[in-house]
């Protein structure tokens, strides 16, 4: 993991045929918009549309704030004409209520995103999609 600042690690790297993504730390908005700025920034690179995100913030940002930075990302997600799939496991917190709010946000923008409690599950959600295609060796994303 990368440090970004004293209270936060980032880690995103490819790993099969999807981008993995680890946070763990504090929960702030300039840190959670920093995850899904990095996550947009690598599936534009790796021409790769589905994401595992593992979340290890040890707390939640007040709703409003995340709905905040839910519409710089939508924003970010519409003027790169990305639509892809998003696996969310929260390895912390056991109250998921804000990821579901997360999800519908989400899903009402185009994105398919599914909050798991259980990472395999998560894994083997996103590895039963279709979105990446092989073609002469080269993985390929579909984009609208």
Not at 41 to 46: D, M, N, Q, T, Y
Request: aromatic fraction near 10%; charged fraction near 30%.
């Amino acid at each position: 993991m990368r440090n970004r600042n004293s209270d936060f690690q980032f880690d995103i790297r490819l790993q099969d045929d999807y981008i993995l993504a680890e946070s763990i730390g504090s929960e702030t908005p300039e840190n959670m918009s920093y995850v899904y700025e990095e996550i947009i920034k690598k599936v534009i690179e790796w021409n790769c549309e589905r994401v595992l995100y593992i979340e290890g913030f040890s707390n939640q940002i007040p709703l409003q704030d995340m709905l905040l930075v839910w519409r710089k990302i939508f924003r970010i997600l519409e003027e790169n004409k990305i639509n892809g799939s998003i696996a969310v496991f929260d390895k912390i917190k056991d109250d998921h209520t804000i990821n579901i709010v997360s999800e519908s946000l989400a899903s009402a923008q185009g994105i398919n995103a599914k909050v798991f409690n259980n990472l395999d599950e998560a894994i083997a959600w996103l590895k039963s999609l279709s979105i990446l295609k092989k073609e002469n060796g080269v993985t390929t994303a579909s984009r609208r």
